[in-house]
């Protein structure tokens, strides 16, 4: 999904930079600076952001908002009215994705709940602060984290697995960075607004752990990264 937003903001450049070639040459009078242009700001990133992000509600109330707000300035919409309709239109949004959410998702859920009462579970939280939660040569249980304003580093590369295992985030303006072993499933349920989950990890009948990770992001970001070729280096999956 990086390289996808990587191409997409190159197109974006390449385009802006081709348009300010062609005014400076004299070949077509464009106006960069229309009425409402500094709405592109909102719309453009989360356009992209629609095509990359798995969970796109964050994306979805960028692009709502920012459009509405180009309407407004262009005339169309009622900036009064305007107003007026963004709050509920929000509103909507989220519950129309706890809706789905719950729906698709019944199945983990119920599977989470049973994993939220095991004993041996991992706590860790960066308020402010950057944290880091290393449990190598560990037996890993399942953790819950907290970032405010802050960075926390989760390594469960190189941890004992018995179980499948439950990784509770909640994440308020901050990062999580999660580093799981190769042979591992990721199940992921993000209620997240401006913010999300970005997991590369490609789900395969013959892993026998799955990591269910639940996160709760408010413009912050959870990223899981594969840690490659480390079966044998310490990772034990003792069922």
Same mark, same amino acid.
């Given at each position: 999904m990086k390289q996808v937003s990587k191409i997409m903001w190159g197109v974006v450049l390449v385009v802006l930079g081709g348009v300010f070639a062609l005014k400076a040459l004299g070949i077509a009078d464009i106006d960069l600076f229309f009425k409402?242009?500094?709405?592109?700001?909102?719309?453009?990133?989360?356009a992209i952001a629609m095509f990359t992000d798995k969970d796109?509600?964050?994306?979805?109330?960028? !692009? @709502?908002? /920012? *459009? *509405?707000?180009?309407?407004g300035c262009r005339g169309y919409v009622d900036f009064a009215l305007l107003g007026k309709l963004i709050v509920p239109a929000l509103i909507i949004i989220a519950g129309v994705k706890l809706?789905?959410?719950g729906a698709f998702d019944k199945n983990a859920k119920e599977k989470m709940k049973t994993m939220k009462n095991v @004993?041996?579970?991992?706590?860790?939280? =960066?308020? &402010? =602060?950057? #944290?880091?939660d290393d449990c190598t040569n560990q037996t890993f249980n399942g953790a819950g984290y907290v970032a405010a304003f802050?960075?926390?580093?989760?390594?469960?590369?190189?941890? &004992? &697995?018995?179980?499948? +295992? *439950?990784?509770?985030? #909640?994440?308020?303006? /901050?990062?999580?960075n999660i580093t799981v072993p190769d042979g591992v499933?990721?199940?992921?349920?993000?209620?997240? *607004? &401006? /913010?999300? +989950?970005?997991?590369?990890?490609?789900?395969?009948?013959?892993?026998?752990? @799955?990591?269910?990770?639940?996160?709760?992001? !408010? !413009?912050?970001?959870?990223? +899981?990264?594969?840690?490659?070729?480390n079966y044998n280096a310490g990772t034990n999956f003792n069922f």
């Open positions: 409402g242009w500094w709405t592109l700001i909102i719309i453009i990133p989360s796109k509600t964050g994306a979805i109330i960028g !692009l @709502t908002v /920012g *459009l *509405l707000m180009l309407l809706i789905f959410s @004993t041996g579970i991992r706590h860790c939280s =960066a308020a &402010f =602060a950057n #944290k880091t802050g960075k926390l580093d989760s390594d469960i590369s190189r941890a &004992f &697995f018995e179980r499948d +295992v *439950l990784i509770n985030v #909640k994440n308020v303006v /901050g990062t999580v499933n990721i199940k992921v349920i993000s209620h997240s *607004l &401006f /913010g999300g +989950v970005t997991n590369p990890v490609q789900n395969s009948d013959a892993n026998v752990v @799955t990591v269910y990770i639940e996160a709760l992001c !408010l !413009l912050g970001n959870v990223e +899981v990264k594969k840690q490659v070729n």
